[in-house]
T-cell receptor, first 113, second 114 residues
Framework: DAMVIQNPRYQVTQFGKPVTLSCSQT?????MYWYQQKSSQAPKLLFH???????NEADTPDNFQSRRPNTSFCFLDIRSPGLGDAAMYLC????????????FGSGTQLSVL | AQSVTQLDSHVSVSEGTPVLLRCNYS??????LFWYVQHPNKGLQLLLK??????LVKGINGFEAEFKKSETSFHLTKPSAHMSDAAEYFC????????????FGTGTKLQVIP
């Protein structure tokens, strides 16, 4: 019954080696979000898609990119991971852009060696 | 601009006693307010949501929250804590209209002592 699915659950990469995290949803929601959550901190929004419109947060590093090839899938690409990028990455969806509750996936825990 | 302040980073209660997790917000507009729960190594799950209807909102697992505009508060309560309530709780505010601007509080970790 999982509605927002993130793969893999755990990802280990090497310093500087590109990595891609994936998210899929069965809710047919218009908006998909990527959040970064470091230990004992609140989730921090990196960017979101409203349909095909990409919206980057002002303080999201250029090292982070995203793709949304269709309604169901969204990818987070980290071009050159640094040690500081080790975190939990959460994908979320919402039906619309306003006052809608967020549906979260279980997250991908990224380790950078 | 909007902001959310969760007044306690950690709260510890005994099983069977009441829970109070505090949240204050500031917003230039009438906000929507949410509480999410995050169990260890899991994603966030919606507990309850306020969107300008009844000021007392009931959520899942026996939680409820009361919106008090005069105090700009949205505190989360539960009459009797259960061991399974041990988790991190986030208060969230969003602005109406347009692209959703979501602001998270810094979280409150709830410990339940047997």
């Amino acid at each position: 019954d999982a509605m927002v699915i993130q793969n893999p659950r755990y990802q280990v990469t090497q310093f500087g080696k590109p990595v891609t995290l994936s998210c899929s949803q069965t809710l047919n929601h218009n908006v998909m979000y990527w959040y970064q959550q470091k230990s004992s901190q609140a989730p921090k929004l990196l960017f979101h898609y409203y349909d095909k419109d990409f919206n980057n947060e002002a303080d999201t590093p250029d090292n982070f990119q995203s793709r949304r090839p269709n309604t169901s899938f969204c990818f987070l690409d980290i071009r050159s991971p640094g040690l500081g990028d080790a975190a939990m990455y959460l994908c979320a969806t919402s039906r619309g852009p306003s006052n809608e509750k967020l549906f979260f996936g279980s997250g991908t825990q990224l380790s950078v060696l | 601009a909007q902001s959310v302040t969760q007044l306690d980073s950690h709260v510890s209660v005994s099983e069977g006693t009441p829970v109070l997790l505090r949240c204050n917000y500031s917003s230039s507009y009438s906000p929507s307010l949410f509480w999410y729960v995050q169990h260890p190594n899991k994603g966030l799950q919606l507990l309850l949501k306020y969107t300008s209807a009844a000021t007392l909102v009931k959520g899942i697992n026996g939680f409820e929250a009361e919106f008090k505009k005069s105090e700009t508060s949205f505190h989360l309560t539960k009459p009797s804590a259960h061991m399974s309530d041990a988790a991190e709780y986030f208060c969230v505010v969003t602005l109406p209209g347009g692209y959703q601007k979501v602001t998270f509080g810094t979280g409150t970790k709830l410990q339940v002592i047997p």
